[in-house]
């Protein structure tokens, strides 16, 4: 199938690993032009060659933290009117409620609220303008089935859904589409954190915390990054032009509701 986005460009906020790096590998496989973005500069760059042996469009790196104004200011600056904008950053540390702090709590909105409903604001005239636009977050499965050492990051990501959802009705008439896409187990570094979060926290040995992952995916298995980056692909398509406002559960078959 023909995604119809050969050519058009991509800004992929901390896409040097993890499901940020498999989405930018898919959407350069189908030739779009793909902004990588990471914290760390060599890591970056390395994530770009990866992208680059599959790409067949352009691919750019910049090394920036987009959590900072002078970050997000790099960004822009490598690409001001994406086609494309996937929303992604790193998600707090696992706490319990009575474990945070203030700070916590300051960082985790700044990071995952605060900073891409900044940088939609930014790209947004410009997709409106243009009659094309595909908004992309990765939240995460804590914003429907939350979880007690998880507070953080349902709260920030939550109020993020809903804020862009009620963006969503203004500028589905443009062509512009607001999406979130909600992981659960996908076999990446931050899953090795839970892990190890997870033997901290119940006092069991790392492999007995994987087991546990594994087993709570119905599934039975952790997804593989690449599954979710042709979802995310399809999402960014030209035929995905009806679907917005929507979040996509990526988790095995695990969601327990029926809406």
């Known amino acids: 199938m023909d995604l119809g986005i050969e050519g058009k460009k991509a ?25 990588i973005n990471g914290r760390n500069r060599e890591k970056t760059e390395d994530a770009a060659a990866i992208v680059s042996e599959v790409a067949t469009g352009n691919v ?4 920036a933290d987009i959590s900072t ?3 997000r200011a790099a960004l822009l600056k490598a690409c001001p009117a994406p086609d494309i904008l996937l929303n992604n950053n790193a998600g707090p540390k696992p706490k319990l409620f009575l474990e945070t702090v203030r700070t916590d ?8 609220y605060l900073t891409p409903i900044l940088i939609v604001h930014s790209v947004l005239p410009s997709m409106i303008e243009r009659g094309f636009g595909r908004i992309v977050n990765i939240t995460s499965a804590m914003v429907t089935t939350p979880r007690p050492h998880q507070t953080l990051s349902s709260g920030a990501r939550a109020a993020l859904t ?12 443009h062509n512009v589409t607001i999406n979130n896409m909600l992981p659960e187990r996908f076999d990446t570094e931050r899953q090795h954190q839970l892990a190890k979060a997870a033997m901290k926290r119940d006092g069991i040995g790392y492999e007995a915390a994987r087991r546990a992952q594994i087993e709570s995916i119905a599934a039975k298995r952790m997804g593989n990054p690449e599954e979710f980056g042709a979802t995310f ?27």
């Open 11 to 35: 800004l992929l906020c901390a896409s040097n690993a993890g499901l940020g790096l498999a989405c930018a590998k898919a959407i350069a496989a189908e030739g779009a032009d793909v902004v």
């Open 60 to 63: 750019t790196c910049v090394a």
């Open 69 to 71: 104004e002078e970050g």
């Open 105 to 112: 709590w300051v960082e985790t909105c700044n990071a995952n």
């Open 162 to 173: 809903g804020s862009l959802k009620a963006l969503s009705f203004e500028v589905a008439k």
């Open 233 to 259: 692909a399809f999402i960014c398509s030209t035929h995905a032009g009806f679907i917005s406002g929507m979040n996509f559960h990526l988790d095995g078959g695990s969601y327990p509701a029926l809406i």
